[in-house]
């Protein structure tokens, strides 16, 4: 059986591990936040190397979500570490201190790459 996971209606991120068990983490409710970067739609070729996203004027965000059409990496903050993007992505800071964030495509084929930022 295949590892599944959800946002839950209330909240909750649930990783469900047939015969392991069910694994949720509490959300937070909501983020205020007073600038935001509309969701942007990137194509992005394959062999593209750290392209920058669009903070749209925010220089401290408290999230970052990214949505995929298949594999990218993502650096946040000018990380030399790639964190493998496919499918969702979501970094929540309550302190404010994603700055910046890169994304890098060597997937083989072009990929549709959907993000927004709220700081």
Same mark, same amino acid.
């Given at each position: 059986?295949?590892?599944?996971?959800?946002?839950?209606?209330?909240?909750?991120?649930?990783?469900?591990?047939?015969?392991?068990?069910?694994?949720?983490?509490?959300?937070?409710?909501?983020? +205020? @936040? +007073?600038?935001? &970067?509309?969701?942007?739609?990137?194509? @992005? #070729? !394959?062999? @593209?190397?750290?392209? #920058?996203? !669009?903070?749209?004027?925010?220089?401290?965000? &408290?999230?970052?979500?990214?949505?995929?059409?298949?594999?990218? +990496?993502? &650096?946040?903050?000018?990380? #030399?570490?790639?964190?493998? @993007?496919?499918?969702?992505?979501?970094?929540?800071?309550?302190?404010?201190?994603? +700055?910046?964030?890169?994304?890098? !495509?060597?997937?083989?084929?072009?990929?549709?790459?959907?993000?927004?930022?709220?700081?």
């Amino acid at each position: 059986m295949a590892i599944t996971a959800e946002i839950t209606g209330e909240g909750v991120f649930r990783i469900t591990d047939p015969g392991k068990g069910i694994y949720d983490f509490q959300l937070p409710r909501s983020f +205020t @936040v +007073t600038q935001f &970067k509309p969701p942007e739609l990137r194509n @992005v #070729a !394959n062999g @593209v190397t750290d392209l #920058a996203l !669009n903070f749209g004027g925010i220089t401290a965000a &408290k999230w970052l979500v990214i949505e995929t059409d298949g594999a990218i +990496t993502l &650096k946040v903050n000018g990380s #030399a570490t790639a964190v493998p @993007v496919d499918t969702l992505y979501i970094e929540v800071s309550s302190g404010g201190l994603i +700055t910046a964030a890169t994304i890098s !495509n060597a997937s083989g084929a072009s990929r549709a790459v959907r993000y927004a930022i709220g700081g």
